[in-house]
């Protein structure tokens, strides 16, 4: 007489394998069998077996969020800063790198991606490099060109969530002469002209002009390898309708306090009657 057939339940086949990620191997010691009989049980209960790609990864991911508002706001911040690549054209894992002398871009980091992955910080000598690994639902944030963006310029609602993500990454709220000043320097000649152009649209007045050309060093600065574009906004009203647009997507406790500040200036600036 044969041994009496093991039954696994396959909802909990699906949860220990798929949503843990845990291994034949793995399951079969939880559920005090052979890592064979979990093995043929997913076959009988039709759950698919992982690609090698996914079998190897070590910790579980999820798919990301689909908010149209997070996922603008991550796409702005990955182009200010955000370097994004996959290990190989099979790849399951998205890395998602940054390294930055900056706690505060850490803290804007970890509060993104890793309710989604893996997130490690590597402190070195007053610089962090920042690792995520994520799945493949994270592909959109691959490209640099402008067909990435395209979505979000075809939704003028995500435009303020978006911009707070680039803000976030590449921008600083100032205080200078004693007044309230955002100043964006990058090389990302399209994206500035898309946001002069958004602001246009909501009548924020702003000046836009390449500050250095590509080219070989000069007053003892370092050679660059493309334009340097710098984006200002200064003037009182359209610093403070900038801020009411994009503050409620900012993530950076810098950029955070730094708009506040701004804010503060342009209030006290109108009940001197400095300004309007």
């Not at 070590?58 to 798919?63: I, P």
């Not at 690549?85 to 998205?94: A, C, F, P, V």
């Not at 490690?120 to 799945?135: E, I, K």
């Amino acid at each position: 007489m044969g041994r009496e057939k093991i039954i696994l339940r396959a909802d909990i086949l699906r949860d220990l394998y798929w949503k843990q990620n845990l291994t034949p191997v793995e399951i079969g010691k939880r559920l005090h069998c052979s890592f064979k009989t979990v093995r043929n049980r997913l076959k009988e209960a039709g759950i698919s077996f992982k690609n090698p790609a996914i079998a190897r990864m070590r910790y579980a991911k999820s798919d990301c969020i689909a908010d149209p508002f997070v996922k603008s706001y991550m796409l702005g911040f990955r182009l200010g800063d955000l370097n994004v690549y996959k290990r190989g054209e099979l790849s399951e894992t998205i890395v998602v790198r940054c390294h930055t002398t900056q706690k505060e871009q850490v803290s804007v980091i970890k509060s993104l991606f890793e309710k989604f992955g893996r997130v490690s910080v590597t402190p070195r000598g007053g610089h962090f490099t920042v690792n995520c690994f994520l799945n493949r639902t994270f592909e959109f944030l691959l490209p640099k060109t402008e067909a990435v963006w395209q979505w979000i310029r075809d939704d003028v609602a995500l435009a303020p969530s978006f911009v707070a993500g680039y803000v976030d990454a590449e921008a600083n709220f100032i205080i200078n002469q004693g007044r309230g000043r955002l100043k964006i320097d990058s090389y990302d000649r399209f994206i500035l002209e898309w946001i002069c152009s958004w602001l246009s649209a909501k009548d924020i007045s702003y000046r836009y002009r390449c500050i250095r050309r590509k080219g070989p060093s000069w007053r003892n600065q370092p050679p660059l390898n493309g334009n340097l574009w710098r984006l200002n906004i200064s003037e009182a009203g359209s610093l403070e309708k900038f801020i009411r647009e994009v503050f409620p997507f900012l993530r950076h406790a810098n950029r955070i306090r730094g708009a506040k500040q701004c804010l503060r200036n342009v209030e006290l600036r109108r009940n001197n009657g400095s300004i309007k």
